[in-house]
């Protein structure tokens, strides 16, 4: 299958692998994964490990599989985590590491892309999961690197938006956990 590649983006996508905050996994579990799913290769462009490395998927002129609707105009990043313990349910179980990486790449993806939005997974239309487990506009506001950032309606989450606004975490990217991805290790 061949696309045309990709140049400009409209959306970066923040994911979760929906795993246990004690597997070590990245790339190359997620890239077998998909695999099996029929993908044609890992479905992430970026996926940051518990530590905090940041492992490259699938390059980034290459549509994504990670976001469906969405995959021609988006870039998908996957922090590894988002699940609770022996459990199916969604929770913000990831590093400091993760997410200064996670800041760091955002703040040079907007170089590149400027007019592209950062958003969960949860917050595309239409979308009905967890995923990535915590609220991503809300914690652009806690990033000083981000702090600059405006979304595409003119709001800017770090001086238009307080954690009083926003509504409850429970109230938050409503959907069902898909189940956990234990049993595939």
């Not at 029929?38 to 599989?65: C, K, M, Q, W």
């Not at 990486?101 to 592209?116: F, G, N, R, S, T």
Request: glycine share 8%.
């Amino acid at each position: 299958m061949s696309f045309k590649p990709i140049t400009a983006y409209d959306w970066l996508v923040v994911h979760c692998a929906a795993t246990f905050s004690n597997m070590d996994i990245g790339r190359k579990e997620i890239r077998h994964w998909h695999l099996q799913r029929g993908f044609s290769d890992i479905g992430y462009h970026y996926v940051i490990r518990r530590d905090g490395t940041l492992e490259d998927g699938r390059p980034n002129t290459i549509p994504g599989a990670h976001a469906r609707g969405y995959n021609l105009n988006s870039l998908g990043i996957c922090l590894v985590g988002g699940a609770k313990m022996n459990s199916t349910k969604a929770e913000n179980n990831f590093t400091p590491e993760q997410f200064d990486m996670l800041a760091k790449l955002l703040v040079q993806l907007l170089e590149l892309h400027p007019d592209a939005e950062i958003l969960g997974h949860c917050d595309l239309p239409g979308v009905q999961k967890a995923c990535p487990s915590f609220d991503v506009r809300y914690w652009i506001t806690t990033r000083e690197e981000l702090a600059d950032y405006e979304y595409n309606d003119g709001t800017t989450p770090a001086k238009d938006k307080t954690p009083d606004s926003w509504p409850p975490p429970d109230k938050r990217c409503r959907g069902k956990r898909r189940k956990s991805r234990t049993s595939r290790i």
